[in-house]
């Protein structure tokens, strides 16, 4: 586990300045069914909101509309000045399920983004390596995905995120693929590598405590259509380290998240029993 040495200032402080993120009024539906309504939030240049909600609740779809991916059907996403309607330069996503071309090696597909982009081939090969290293693949350049354990697929997929240094990260459950040993491994990870190369993060997960963990707030979506039930300040103190986990202001945080969702999942209940 990698820590820095460094304290930076307490989360309360990481967002001051203009917001990299806009989303106003942000609405989806598929046919008949509205996923989600009046979505409003900002990201700081230097933030990371973390997005929690039940199964279905839009999670995605909304983070997929933030990277130009899907179309909305109601209000504005703004990067910086420009208006989103399809992807953008200097946004990255982070799937899920790794996303690596299995066909290419690790040094391959660190610098997909960079051919695409048209970067000529001395800078490519200045600067993947130097991302390789950040997360931890040195010596790995030539191995293929089917080589690598889930730990180091996800770590390659960052890599490939962060080596179009982008100013905003999306990152979709990155690391509910792996197992609960390499998770917290890769929690503390992109915490460290953040502390190097801040930026603006959205980070949606179901973990509620992986949220209060990386987060600097907590958007909580609820109902149907979902729409933002609550926005939690995480007041904890960076860098966050294993000792954070162990801290009474940690659990208290992690106790509202759960109680803000379980209220609608008790309630839920309570109809179904009627």
């Known amino acids: ?25 942000l609405g989806k539906r598929y046919g008949t ?13 230097r933030e990371i909101v973390a997005i929690v909600g039940p199964s279905g ?4 779809t909304l983070l997929r509309c933030i990277d130009g991916l899907l179309p909305h059907d109601a209000g ?65 350049e030539s191995a293929f995905p089917y080589q690598m354990s889930g730990g180091m697929q996800q770590r390659c997929g960052l890599a490939r995120a962060l080596a179009v240094e982008p100013n905003v ?35 949606v997960t179901h ?8 987060g600097h707030r907590v958007i909580v979506l609820k109902g149907r259509p979902s729409s933002i039930h609550e926005t939690i300040t995480i007041d904890l103190p960076n ?4 000792d954070t986990l162990r801290e009474p202001r940690f659990a208290e945080l992690r106790e509202q998240v759960w109680g803000t969702l379980m209220r609608e999942a008790r309630e839920a209940e309570f109809h179904l029993e009627r």
Request: aromatic share 10%; glycine share 8%; charged share 25%.
């Open 169 to 203: 990260l999306l990152m979709d459950e990155p690391f509910a693929a792996v197992d609960a040993q390499t998770r917290e491994i890769l929690q503390f990870e992109l915490l460290h590598i953040w502390e190097q190369r801040p930026t603006a993060m959205i980070f």
């Open 57 to 60: 609740c839009g999670k995605t």
């Open 1 to 25: 586990m990698a820590t820095s040495a460094v304290r930076s200032a307490p989360a309360s402080q990481v967002a001051k300045g203009e917001p990299r993120i806009r989303v106003r009024g």
């Open 207 to 214: 973990s509620i405590e992986e949220a209060v963990l990386l």
């Open 76 to 140: 504005e996403i703004r990067v910086g000045d420009e208006r989103v309607t399809e992807p953008i330069a200097g946004v990255a996503m982070v799937f899920q399920h790794f996303g690596l071309f299995p066909w290419k090696t690790v040094f391959e597909n660190v610098a997909y983004g960079l051919r695409m982009a048209g970067a000529p081939k001395s800078e490519i090969e200045r600067r993947v390596p130097e991302f390789i290293k950040l997360v931890g693949l040195s010596g790995f």
């Open 33 to 45: 069914l509205e996923v989600f309504r009046n979505i409003d939030f900002d990201v700081g240049e």
């Open 239 to 242: 860098p966050r380290t294993r």
